[in-house]
C-alpha cells in the first residue's frame, strides 16, 4: 500500500495490476529511448519470462501499449514502437488577415502552414443534431460539404460542414467549393449574400477515430481523434456548422483571443 500526502488528507492508492505495472516498464523503456521507434517489442514469452508473469499478464499488458497509441501491429511481422513527431500546432482565432483567404486559412489560421485540399458537397436532410446546431427543423435539407486538408501531401484534417439551403439555395454560394467565390471561407461566401458573420463559437471534445477517418488520415479505428465543433453565425442566426477532426497524438489546438 502506498500513500499520498495532500497536506490535509491522504489518499491511499492500492497495489497496481500486474498487467498494468508490466505496462508502465515497457511504456518507461519507450519513453527513455530503450525501445526506439520502429523497434520490435519483445514477445509475449519475452515478456512472461522478463518480468515473471502469465502469458495473460503479458498479453493484457501489450493490448494496453497497443490502445494508448505506443505500439502498432503490424501483419506477419509483431508489435513495433510507433514514431511519435512532434505535435504539430493547429492555430484557432477569430482574427482575420487581409491576405490569403481560403478555406485552408479557415481551418488553420497560422500564415506560416501551406497547404491544399480536396472537397466533396452533396445535399442532405439535416439529421437531428445539425438540426439542433443549425437551428432548423430535422429534416430540413442542407448542404454538406466534406474537406480532406494536406500539408507537404501528408493527410493532416478532416472537416464536414453543414449550410442550410434555406439560405444558400439558389445562390451564387450554395456550393462552397464552385462558384464566383469557391474554394473562400464562411466569412466571405456568406457577405456575397447579405449575411454578415459577426461571431463563432467552437466547442473541442475528443472520442475514437470511426473507420473511415483512420483510412483517410492514418492509423486504426479508436485511435483518439480531436474534434473541433465550430457555428459561424450573422446576427444571432447560425449560417454554417461544421466538425474538425485531427489525430489527437499529432496536433495540438492554440487559440489567440483578443482581450477587451
Not at 514469452?45 to 499478464?57: C, L, M, Y
Not at 463559437?201 to 465543433?229: H, K, N, S, W
Request: charged residues 25%; without cysteine; proline residues 7%.
Amino acid at each position: 500500500m502506498s500513500w499520498l500526502d495532500t497536506g490535509r488528507i491522504q489518499v491511499s492508492f492500492g497495489e497496481q495490476p500486474a498487467y498494468l505495472r508490466v505496462a508502465g516498464e515497457l511504456r518507461q523503456q519507450i519513453t527513455n529511448g530503450f525501445l526506439p521507434p520502429h523497434t520490435r517489442l519483445p514477445s509475449q514469452a519475452r515478456i512472461r519470462e522478463e518480468f515473471g508473469v502469465s502469458d495473460t499478464v503479458a498479453l493484457e499488458a501489450r493490448k494496453v501499449l497497443m490502445a494508448e497509441g505506443l505500439v502498432e501491429g503490424r501483419s506477419g511481422s509483431g508489435t513495433y514502437v510507433r514514431e511519435h513527431p512532434a505535435p504539430r500546432r493547429i492555430r484557432r482565432s477569430g482574427y482575420r488577415s487581409p491576405g490569403e483567404r481560403t478555406v485552408f486559412r479557415q481551418e488553420q489560421s497560422d500564415d506560416t502552414v501551406k497547404g491544399v485540399w480536396e472537397a466533396r458537397s452533396d445535399q442532405r436532410d439535416a439529421a437531428p443534431g445539425i438540426a439542433d446546431r443549425l437551428r432548423i427543423t430535422a429534416g430540413s435539407r442542407v448542404m454538406r460539404t466534406r474537406y480532406l486538408f494536406r500539408v507537404e501531401g501528408e493527410p493532416v484534417m478532416l472537416s464536414t460542414s453543414w449550410e442550410p439551403l434555406a439560405l444558400t439555395g439558389r445562390s451564387p454560394v450554395m456550393l462552397p467549393e464552385e462558384g464566383p467565390l469557391g474554394g473562400q471561407g464562411v466569412v466571405e461566401r456568406m457577405a456575397a449574400i447579405d449575411q454578415v458573420v459577426d461571431n463563432l463559437v467552437e466547442e473541442v471534445g475528443a472520442r475514437p477515430a470511426l473507420a473511415e477517418e483512420a483510412t483517410a488520415l492514418g492509423g486504426v479505428p479508436g485511435r483518439a481523434m480531436l474534434v473541433i465543433a465550430r457555428t459561424h453565425y450573422a446576427g444571432g442566426r447560425p449560417v454554417e456548422t461544421a466538425d474538425v477532426v485531427v489525430p489527437a497524438d499529432r496536433f495540438r489546438v492554440t487559440y489567440h483571443l483578443p482581450v477587451r
